[in-house]
């Protein structure tokens, strides 16, 4: 299983938001890191397609994700940054909507929302209204919505933004049990959320692939004099190097 971007652009009028972007993603956890701006979200826009690219060409499995289409969006799991919820809705009923926006078999829904329900859970809270929820709980709802028909590639962007510092923790460790023989990309620019649950990381600044690998492979890639601070490097120094100061090139 592979989702393979080769030299993928996008441009806001004369503003390049991703610039010749190259990576090939296997199973696992992805974290991609960088600043607000740095073109996270208009990646993760033009993978699931919401996007029409510029240039370069998008693939799963060898195959164009335009070509493929219904079939693509069966295996795709999308949970966007912002909370757009009919706030009278129960969190069950918010899935069988979304369970018939992704054309899941009225046969199938229930289980479906069962399955995800229990995986996220959520199935105590099933019939509560949404709006009665914490923030951390609405979250997990959108959550469970990107997992409805089991999708082979999860894209998160922002998943734990506004929450304290106990949620977050709960969603990562969601999201980490979710990860097994699935492409999991995780936006974000909170740097912890990375470091505690990312197979591989991307750093990306002005639109551009600056360097990925490992958390100990990019700590390696930093020069032994660069000590901002006193105590032992991590992620965190990484991102101060690469990302955090704009003079950097």
Same mark, same amino acid.
């Given at each position: 299983?592979?989702?393979?971007?080769?030299?993928?652009?996008?441009?806001?009028?004369?503003?390049?938001?991703?610039?010749?972007? =190259?990576?090939?993603?296997?199973?696992?956890?992805?974290?991609?890191?960088?600043?607000?701006?740095?073109?996270? =979200?208009?990646?993760?826009?033009?993978?699931?397609?919401?996007?029409? %690219?510029?240039?370069?060409?998008?693939?799963?499995?060898?195959?164009?994700?335009?070509?493929?289409?219904?079939?693509?969006?069966?295996?795709?799991?999308?949970?966007?940054?912002?909370?757009?919820?009919?706030?009278?809705?129960?969190?069950?009923?918010?899935?069988?909507?979304?369970?018939?926006?992704?054309?899941?078999?009225?046969?199938? #829904? !229930?289980?479906?929302?069962? %399955?995800? $329900?229990?995986?996220?859970?959520?199935?105590?809270?099933?019939?509560?209204?949404?709006?009665?929820?914490?923030?951390?709980?609405?979250?997990?709802?959108?959550?469970?919505?990107?997992?409805?028909?089991?999708?082979? #590639?999860?894209?998160?962007?922002?998943?734990?933004?506004?929450?304290?510092?106990?949620?977050?923790?709960? $969603?990562?460790?969601?999201?980490?049990?979710?990860? !097994?023989? %699935?492409?999991?990309?995780?936006?974000?620019?909170?740097?912890?959320?990375?470091?505690?649950?990312?197979?591989?990381?991307?750093?990306? %600044?002005?639109?551009?692939?600056?360097?990925?690998?490992?958390?100990?492979?990019?700590? =390696? =890639?930093?020069?032994?004099?660069?000590?901002?601070?006193?105590?032992?490097?991590?992620?965190?120094?990484?991102?101060?190097?690469?990302?955090?100061?704009?003079?950097?090139?």
């Amino acid at each position: 299983m592979e989702l393979k971007l080769s030299e993928v652009t996008k441009k806001y009028g004369e503003q390049v938001a991703l610039d010749k972007f =190259s990576f090939s993603f296997c199973p696992g956890i992805y974290g991609i890191l960088g600043a607000n701006g740095a073109g996270k =979200s208009t990646m993760m826009n033009l993978i699931t397609d919401n996007l029409k %690219r510029d240039g370069g060409s998008i693939t799963f499995d060898g195959e164009d994700i335009k070509e493929m289409g219904t079939s693509y969006r069966r295996i795709l799991g999308y949970m966007t940054q912002q909370q757009g919820f009919y706030e009278g809705m129960t969190a069950e009923s918010f899935l069988v909507y979304m369970a018939r926006l992704k054309e899941i078999p009225r046969k199938a #829904v !229930k289980k479906e929302i069962d %399955r995800v $329900l229990e995986m996220t859970n959520l199935a105590d809270v099933r019939h509560k209204k949404i709006g009665s929820f914490s923030g951390g709980m609405k979250q997990r709802v959108l959550l469970a919505q990107a997992l409805l028909g089991d999708p082979k #590639v999860l894209i998160l962007d922002e998943p734990t933004a506004g929450l304290d510092p106990k949620e977050r923790a709960r $969603l990562r460790d969601h999201i980490y049990q979710l990860s !097994k023989d %699935r492409i999991v990309l995780l936006a974000t620019h909170i740097v912890s959320d990375i470091e505690a649950i990312a197979d591989s990381i991307l750093l990306l %600044r002005q639109g551009k692939l600056l360097r990925s690998g490992t958390t100990e492979e990019l700590i =390696s =890639s930093l020069p032994p004099d660069w000590t901002p601070v006193i105590h032992s490097l991590s992620l965190e120094d990484v991102y101060l190097y690469y990302l955090g100061d704009d003079s950097y090139e």
